[in-house]
Nanobody
Framework: QVQLVESGGVLVQPGGSLRLSCAAS????????MGWYRQAPGKEREFVAAISWSGGDTYYADSVKGRFTISRDNAKNTVSLQLNSLKPDDTAVYYC??????????????????WGQGTQVTVSS
């Protein structure tokens, strides 16, 4: 099994930035990609971004392209999400996910079985 632990969620003003991190442990050899989803109150969980574990292949939701950047540190088994130009609509619980590929993570949605516990991001003045 793979365990995921997110960190970095805070209250930030509109236009601000923050960085989320996700640390993976356990059977890391079984995954090829990691990514992020988010879930706002009353809404479904939605895909944000994904990155391959070895090749650096990245995939973003249209709503965050140009504002968010996903990166990985293989030595530390971590994936980070840099969030810039934040908007109130970015307010959500952000969840880390792991899976077979970036496309798989983006497509599987709630059928993904490996999740972190989530970290709250609130964008408000």
């Amino acid at each position: 099994q793979v365990q995921l632990v997110e960190s970095g969620g805070v209250l930030v003003q509109p236009g601000g930035s923050l960085r989320l991190s996700c640390a993976a442990s356990g059977s890391i050899f079984s995954i090829n990609a990691m990514g992020w989803y988010r879930q706002a109150p009353g809404k479904e969980r939605e895909f944000v971004a994904a990155i391959s574990w070895s090749g650096g292949d990245t995939y973003y939701a249209d709503s965050v392209k140009g504002r968010f950047t996903i990166s990985r540190d293989n030595a530390k088994n971590t994936v980070s999400l840099q969030l810039n130009s934040l908007k109130p609509d970015d307010t959500a619980v952000y969840y880390c996910a792991a899976g077979k590929s970036t496309a798989w993570i983006a497509a599987m949605g709630t059928r993904i079985t490996t999740w972190g516990q989530g970290t709250q991001v609130t964008v408000s003045s």
